[in-house]
Nanobody, 122 residues
Framework: QVQLVESGGGLVQAGGSLRLSCAAS????????MGWFRQAPGKEREFVAA????????HYADSVKGRFTISRDIAKNTIYLQMNSLNPEDTAVYYC???????????????WGQGTQVTISS
């Protein structure tokens, strides 16, 4: 069974950086796409970024393009979300997701982590 465990959330000041990690286990992920979503209080969950387990392409929401970078370490079965130039609008619970054979441009997660809170103070 696929398990995704996020870590790295916290409280930072506006303009700061955080790196989220998502440790994946329970399956061979070579045919999976992986991604990050976020959900702010009172808002629907929204897509942030996605990456195939194998391959160099990436896809980002317009709101984070140029500030966030998704990457993966195959040897560690881990994906990352490097977040720079954070602002209060980035405050949300961030979720890691995985889906078999999913496209990254219209990525829909099938397996989900428990989420990690990111809070940006102004």
């Amino acid at each position: 069974q696929v398990q995704l465990v996020e870590s790295g959330g916290g409280l930072v000041q506006a303009g700061g950086s955080l790196r989220l990690s998502c440790a994946a286990s329970g399956h061979t992920f070579s045919n999976y796409a992986m991604g990050w979503f976020r959900q702010a209080p009172g808002k629907e969950r929204e897509f942030v970024a996605a990456i195939p387990w194998i391959g160099s392409s990436t896809h980002y929401a317009d709101s984070v393009k140029g500030r966030f970078t998704i990457s993966r370490d195959i040897a560690k079965n881990t994906i990352y979300l490097q977040m720079n130039s954070l602002n209060p609008e980035d405050t949300a619970v961030y979720y890691c997701a995985a889906a078999y054979g999913a496209p990254i441009r219209n990525f829909q997660g099938h397996y989900w982590g428990q989420g990690t809170q990111v809070t940006i103070s102004s």
